[in-house]
């Protein structure tokens, strides 16, 4: 299942309302809120390419599964260019989820991955140079060029781009600059304000990041409120 889900996470009631800036990641979710230990809404969202504002009502609870891109083909069946930066909502009884124990995450985990296993075992055969593709790309945190991608996978640049174009909504070298741009935020988090990864310099360090995040690393790192939900989870002690 890690070819196709990075993470299981819970956002449990903060006990009053917040407001954070959600940061791109290179994966997308499919979230349950749940009100009064019971589903009121699920909803699944497109990949974020900019920051996206969200607002959490104090007696919510979230419970989130983060996908890598290739489960939309695979597990969804289906593009999701048009979610791109926007969320739809979905049937509350998929993936069986509506009978779910939301009261213990350990077997909600337990059940769900059950669930996406027997459809995967009975879905479509799986493409290997697909699942290559994006093993490389995670692994390397975009730091591969894409036509070394293109030899290590025997898949043409242009047909990869296509691909992205058709399925997500944007370019493979779009998305490698976004996984790197995330890769950052621990370092950014705990105040290394210089690059980490395959950037030119600091001045196109700063450039990308906050043509991904709309922010500097100062700003990010700074993280006022803990607007930056995701880098105030990177801290070290």
Same mark, same amino acid.
């Given at each position: 299942?890690?070819?196709?889900?990075?993470?299981?996470?819970?956002?449990?009631?903060?006990?009053?309302?917040?407001?954070?800036?959600?940061?791109?990641?290179?994966?997308?979710?499919?979230?349950?809120?749940?009100?009064?230990?019971?589903?009121?809404?699920?909803?699944?969202?497109?990949?974020?390419?900019?920051?996206?504002?969200?607002?959490?009502?104090?007696?919510?609870?979230?419970?989130?599964?983060?996908?890598?891109?290739?489960?939309?083909?695979?597990?969804?069946?289906?593009?999701?260019?048009?979610?791109?930066?926007?969320?739809?909502?979905?049937?509350?009884?998929?993936?069986?989820?509506?009978?779910?124990?939301?009261?213990?995450?350990?077997?909600?985990?337990?059940?769900?991955?059950?669930?996406?296993?027997?459809?995967?075992?009975?879905?479509?055969?799986?493409?290997?140079?697909?699942?290559?593709?994006?093993?490389?790309?995670?692994?390397?945190?975009?730091?591969?060029?894409?036509?070394?991608?293109?030899?290590?996978?025997?898949?043409?640049?242009?047909?990869?781009? +296509?691909? /992205?174009? %058709? #399925?997500?909504? &944007?370019?493979?070298?779009? =998305?490698?600059?976004?996984? $790197?741009?995330?890769?950052?935020?621990?370092?950014?988090?705990?105040? +290394?304000? /210089?690059? %980490? #990864?395959?950037? &030119?310099?600091?001045?196109? =360090?700063?450039?990308?990041? $906050?043509?991904?995040?709309?922010?500097?690393?100062?700003?990010?790192?700074?993280?006022?409120?803990?607007?930056?939900?995701?880098?105030?989870?990177?801290?070290?002690?």
């Amino acid at each position: 299942m890690s070819h196709f889900i990075k993470c299981f996470w819970e956002l449990d009631k903060p006990g009053k309302d917040v407001d954070y800036t959600i940061l791109p990641d290179g994966h997308f979710d499919l979230i349950l809120e749940i009100r009064h230990r019971e589903l009121s809404n699920i909803f699944l969202t497109g990949v974020w390419t900019k920051p996206i504002h969200v607002h959490i009502d104090k007696d919510v609870q979230l419970i989130g599964i983060r996908f890598k891109l290739i489960a939309a083909e695979y597990i969804f069946k289906q593009s999701i260019k048009n979610m791109l930066n926007s969320t739809i909502d979905l049937q509350r009884n998929l993936f069986a989820v509506k009978n779910l124990p939301f009261d213990d995450f350990d077997l909600f985990t337990d059940y769900f991955l059950e669930s996406i296993n027997y459809g995967l075992k009975n879905g479509n055969e799986l493409d290997d140079r697909k699942l290559k593709l994006f093993e490389l790309l995670y692994e390397n945190k975009g730091n591969l060029r894409v036509s070394e991608l293109a030899g290590r996978v025997f898949w043409s640049s242009r047909q990869m781009n +296509r691909y /992205f174009n %058709q #399925q997500f909504g &944007f370019s493979l070298k779009t =998305f490698s600059n976004i996984l $790197k741009c995330n890769s950052s935020f621990h370092e950014i988090a705990n105040g +290394r304000l /210089f690059p %980490q #990864q395959d950037y &030119f310099d600091q001045a196109h =360090f700063i450039k990308e990041i $906050k043509k991904y995040t709309g922010s500097t690393p100062k700003e990010l790192h700074k993280n006022e409120n803990d607007r930056f939900l995701q880098l105030s989870t990177l801290m070290t002690s």
